[in-house]
């Protein structure tokens, strides 16, 4: 805990002098959060060190039997978990989207078709541009759904691995990290949203300017807008991971603290 507090001086420090780096002040509070968060994810394996300590009786197996933990907890049994989650939940292959995607296209090719030959008249009208418009904006429409539906499908395949890693102190640190950061599951929804929003406001765009290009030219230009939420939301998602980490310092340390009394010190 010592060390990370240095750690973490030392890089708020250099963060606070750097002429490069300006921080809110909810970033500092997420700062500080995560931090908070590294010291109980710290205080787990200390707890269960000193329990494997009690449990054994020489140092060199207290660590083969520490790295063997360390290894299980941080690296087989998150990874077991995707693996499950990806056959619980499975995504469709690329082949499939490929197949899904030419399917749309087939859906529209007779009005692309016909909105080509109009295009290729020598008296074309605004008509005809606008029906060109129209044509492959449903199957921009319909291609948004396929990807909308891909990314449901694996934002549910991401969160059940994070609900099967439930028991891995290192999953549950890494959960509250990306959720204090913005880099999570949710912030992930909240950009592709975002993005789907962007593309009707484009093609709505897109169509008028084919009817009427003047009034086109008065709607300013979609923009990619997200809402990011505050500190405060952030911290009380994360009350589940907290609790589970508080949780297993508490359980290492009672089993340490009752293995202790049972243990022979003659």
């Known amino acids: 805990i010592g060390s990370l507090a240095i750690a973490a001086t030392l890089v708020l420090i250099i963060m606070a002098v750097h002429p490069m780096i300006s921080l809110t002040g ?35 197996v207290s660590l083969m039997v520490l790295l063997q933990a360390w290894i299980f907890i941080v690296i087989i049994y998150p990874n077991l978990s995707v693996i499950v989650a990806e056959n619980v939940r499975p995504l469709p292959s690329e082949e499939t989207l490929l197949q899904q995607r030419s399917a749309i296209y087939q859906k529209y090719k007779p009005d692309i078709d016909r909105a080509n030959a109009g295009l290729n008249k020598p008296d074309r009208t605004r008509d005809d541009l606008y029906r060109f418009n129209e044509a492959w904006s449903k199957v921009s429409t319909d291609n948004a759904k396929l990807d909308q539906d891909f990314s449901r499908r694996q934002t549910q395949q991401m969160k059940t691995a994070e609900l099967l890693s439930v028991l891995s102190p290192a999953a549950l640190y890494d959960q509250v990290v ?10 992930y929804d909240r950009f ?50 907290g609790i589970l980490l508080v949780f297993l310092i508490l359980v290492f340390f009672a089993l340490a603290y009752t293995s202790f009394l049972r243990k022979d010190l003659r």
């Open 26 to 60: 909810a970033e500092a509070v997420r700062i500080v959060a995560i931090m908070g968060a590294s010291a109980l994810y710290l205080a787990v394996f200390y707890a269960l060190g000193v329990f494997i300590s009690v449990k054994t009786d020489r140092p060199a």
């Open 178 to 187: 990306n959720r204090l950061s913005r880099t999570d599951v949710r912030e």
């Open 192 to 241: 592709m949203e975002s993005v789907g929003r962007m593309r009707e406001k484009h093609v709505e765009r897109s169509l008028l300017s084919s009817k009427d290009p003047e009034a086109a030219k008065k709607i300013p230009r979609p923009e990619l807008e997200t809402i990011p939420d505050s500190p405060g939301e952030a911290l009380a998602s994360l009350w589940p991971q």
